[in-house]
């Protein structure tokens, strides 16, 4: 709290989202992910159309796919660490790298049908360890909550 009585709103929020997060992160430990790897999964995830078989003798790019660089743009990190994500990732059979056809030096990231599943899987539960930490919010709560940081969301990240 502030002199003023009024709450610290940044420190709520991070101390409820270290909450939520810290049973994320246990959450992960089953599917032998590390929290890098699950944001590195999460976001070639997000770029996966699903439409090809990203299997390790599929020639070609077809369609989707993140680019490395956007990638470590994405998680913040060194290109370098980016690699080495993707390298762990691929080593699991999680993923595989494919030239892009339009620029040779550029490699994109493509989920193989086991990254696909196993992204599922986590994010599912993910959702259900989000709906059992928010019930002790009421449904108006959480529709309010949704609101606000979906307000938050949207005006971005100060400058």
Do not use: C
């Not at 929020?13 to 939520?20: K, N, T």
């Amino acid at each position: 709290m502030t002199s003023d009585a009024t709450p610290d709103l940044g420190n709520l929020f991070h101390a409820a989202f270290r909450g939520l997060r810290r049973g994320w992160m246990e959450q992960l430990s089953p599917w032998g992910l590390t929290p890098h790897q699950w944001r590195a999964l999460q976001a070639a995830g997000h770029h996966d159309t699903g439409l090809h078989d990203a299997g390790p003798h599929d020639a070609g790019n077809p369609g989707g796919g993140l680019r490395l660089k956007e990638l470590a743009e994405r998680l913040r990190i060194a290109p370098r660490s980016a690699t080495e994500v993707v390298d762990q990732l691929e080593a699991k059979g999680l993923v595989v790298r494919r030239p892009d056809p339009a620029d040779r030096r550029a490699t994109h990231v493509f989920l193989t049908p086991a990254g696909r599943r196993l992204h599922a899987e986590v994010s599912a539960a993910r959702r259900e360890q989000s709906e059992r930490y928010f019930a002790a919010l009421s449904p108006a709560d959480r529709t309010e909550l949704a609101r606000l940081l979906g307000l938050l969301q949207a005006t971005g990240t100060p400058e």
